[in-house]
């Protein structure tokens, strides 16, 4: 399966990062930027389905990078998510804009609100299955202690054997007939 395409363009590697966590579970592959004029080059040769650009860049202004890419007709449909330390007032301007973001995030913002709102403009869908990831279940011992399931396969047989109780077959009651007891 192809992988989808991200466009990050943050100057930030902790929200770089917090973004690749967030949609790498998704099949994203998140390209990351932080110069904005190199950003709208790669968004047109590229073709993700969704930027994340933050406002804040080194050497550039992330409101216009937004506007180039709102312009371009190689960009213009693909969802941009905006995201800005400044607080929710710097946005209420370039909200009005023709050439406004799809999104807006302030930071610092959470995973699960970004995938809110990564969700409402590509459909993330369901997580990939995590290769190597292996359910466990904790078991009761005989001697009321608890291990789990990779504890015990890596117990050496020999020091397991105090720990099992062989089973029992469980006693039949016939319930159909009341059971007649002397008081």
């Known amino acids: 399966m192809d992988k989808r395409r991200a466009l990050c363009i943050e100057g930030e590697s902790d929200s770089a990062t917090l973004i690749i966590q967030a949609l790498e579970p998704f099949g994203f592959e998140v390209e990351m930027l932080d110069d904005g004029n190199e950003g709208i080059a790669r968004a047109k040769e590229y073709a993700p389905e969704i930027i994340i650009l933050c406002v804040e860049l080194p050497g550039a202004n992330g409101f216009s990078v937004c506007n180039k890419l709102k312009k ?7 969802p941009v998510i905006l995201t800005s330390d400044a607080g929710p007032d710097a946005f209420e301007s370039h909200r009005r804009l023709k050439t406004h973001a799809d999104e807006y995030l302030v ?35 005989a001697d009321g202690e608890y291990m789990m399931e990779e504890e015990i396969a890596a ?18 009651y016939d319930v159909s007939e009341p059971i007649e007891t002397e008081i």
């Open 72 to 78: 371009a007709v190689e960009t213009r449909a693909i």
């Open 107 to 141: 930071k610092p913002f959470s995973i699960e609100e970004f995938v809110e709102k990564a969700d409402a403009l590509v459909g993330l869908g369901a997580p990939a299955a995590t290769e190597g990831v292996v359910e466990t279940e904790e078991l009761s011992l």
């Open 155 to 172: 117990e050496p047989a020999g020091e397991l054997e105090d720990h099992i109780v062989p089973f029992e077959e469980p006693v039949a």
